[in-house]
């Protein structure tokens, strides 16, 4: 089970739109549609931003979206905003009941 | 109102035990999947443990398999991590994370953590 891998830093200005980039391998991200992201403030519970590769739970708004081509994903975080400065974490299910998750992205809003 | 509360974290010895615990509230706990997840300080999340709704199905982490039981009490609300063997790279915070119910492998609600430290 290695972890995902993502840039360990990514970073905008106000307005502007980032990517960040989740690798896997045919596995795990490649295998199955089941990548989900996370945004997570140190000291707070993460908050699931993107479930099953491309959908939005409740509430999350959609300036926040998912994509995946092979065996990468994305997430695109588009109208930057200060409060989007935070962690980033992809996650996605690694077959015979288990999960992994990536490295994790800093995102800093300029 | 949801919430997860872990509780039962503390320092303990390589090679000793503990036991989580995580109180849900504000949802039918019973049907849920869920899972335990930590970070090591420094570090990214790390998926630990994974338990069906009823506790008939779990999996683990290969670096905690053997060691670590996953368990739950739906009587009780409460979901349970048993650590034995503990090793100085457990030492994390440990969250439990409900799975939503039509979002495979997706966490949408989460604890605030509790602090395991692993140290002679």
């Known amino acids: 089970q290695s972890a995902l891998t993502q840039p360990p830093s990514a970073s905008g200005s106000p307005g502007q739109s980032v990517t960040i980039s989740c690798t896997g391998t045919s596995s795990d991200v490649g295998g199955y549609n089941f990548v989900s992201w996370y945004q997570h403030h140190p000291g707070k519970a993460p908050k699931l931003l993107i479930y099953e590769v491309t959908k939005r739970p409740s509430g999350v708004p959609d300036r926040f979206s998912g994509s995946k081509s092979g065996n990468t994903a994305s997430l695109t975080v588009s109208g930057l905003q200060a409060e989007d400065e935070s962690d980033y974490y992809c996650?996605?299910?690694?077959?015979?009941?288990?999960?992994?998750f990536g490295g994790g992205t800093k995102l800093t809003v300029l | 109102e949801l919430q997860l509360v872990e509780s039962g974290g503390g320092l303990v010895q390589p090679g000793g035990s503990l036991r989580l615990s995580c109180a849900a509230s504000?949802?039918?706990?019973?049907?849920?999947?869920m899972q335990w997840v930590r970070q090591a300080p420094g570090k990214g999340l790390v998926w630990v443990s994974r338990i069906d709704g009823d506790g008939s199905g779990t999996s683990y982490a290969d670096s905690v398999k053997g060691r670590f039981t996953i368990s739950r009490d739906n009587a009780k609300n409460t979901l349970y991590l048993q650590m034995n063997s503990l090793r100085a790279e457990d030492t994390a915070v440990y969250y439990c994370?409900?799975?939503?119910?039509?979002?495979?492998?997706?966490?949408?609600?989460w604890g605030q953590g509790t602090t395991v430290t692993v140290s002679s």
């Open positions: 504000g949802f039918t706990f019973s049907t849920y999947w």
């Open positions: 996650s996605s299910y690694a077959g015979s009941n288990k999960g992994v």
């Open positions: 994370a409900r799975e939503g119910r039509y979002y495979y492998y997706a966490m949408d609600a």
